[in-house]
Nanobody, 114 residues
Framework: QVHVVESGGGLVQAGGSLTLACAASGRTFSWYDLGWYRQAPGKEREFVASINWNSGSSNYAGSVKGRFTIFKDNAKNTVYLQMNSLKPEDTAIYYC???????WGQGTQVTVSS
């Protein structure tokens, strides 16, 4: 069973930066790409970025490409989301998800003030 736990959310001014972390555990977690998703109030959950544990290949939503970077630390079984040039519209609860499974983290709140 894969288990993921997010951390690192908070309040930041527009233009600022935050780094989120997703710690993965379980015997088979490396079988799956890990993705970050977000859900703003009144909106559907949307894809942000994902990374493959083995190849390191990554994908980004168009709205964050060039501002966000997803990377991993295999030794710590952790995937990070470095978020730069944050905008108020980035405000949401950010979730970590093991792609192709029903496994989601509890979410971490990111609030960007204007």
């Amino acid at each position: 069973q894969v288990h993921v736990v997010e951390s690192g959310g908070g309040l930041v001014q527009a233009g600022g930066s935050l780094t989120l972390a997703c710690a993965a555990s379980g015997r088979t977690f490396s079988w799956y790409d890990l993705g970050w998703y977000r859900q703003a109030p009144g909106k559907e959950r949307e894809f942000v970025a994902s990374i493959n544990w083995n190849s390191g290949s990554s994908n980004y939503a168009g709205s964050v490409k060039g501002r966000f970077t997803i990377f991993k630390d295999n030794a710590k079984n952790t995937v990070y989301l470095q978020m730069n040039s944050l905008k108020p519209e980035d405000t949401a609860i950010y979730y970590c998800h093991a792609q192709g499974t029903i496994v989601w983290g509890q979410g971490t709140q990111v609030t960007v003030s204007s």
